[in-house]
């Protein structure tokens, strides 16, 4: 599983789903970003690593 998250401006995290794979992680990141955008996160729970979620990984269907 991949938990979704968001920096906060004041330093804090703020989870926002989770998500089975990357294809669904794209489709809650599209809908996200276009609603409130910011940084976001991916947490792996089963490597319990995180890394950014860069737009360009999506290419042009996501809107900045």
């Keep these: ?3 979704i998250l968001r920096k906060e ?5 703020l989870w926002m789903g989770t998500a089975k794979d990357e294809e ?3 489709e809650i990141f599209k ?7 910011g940084v976001y996160f991916i947490f792996d729970q089963n490597t319990r690593t995180k890394r950014a979620i860069k737009p360009e990984e999506f ?3 996501v809107q900045l």
């Excluded at 401006?9 to 995290?13: F, P």
């Excluded at 809908?31 to 955008?37: E, I, Q």
């Design 59 to 61: 290419g042009k269907d």
């Design 9 to 13: 401006r004041g330093g804090g995290v």
């Design 31 to 37: 809908k996200l970003r276009a609603a409130s955008p």
């Design 1 to 3: 599983m991949l938990d």
């Design 24 to 26: 669904e992680v794209r």
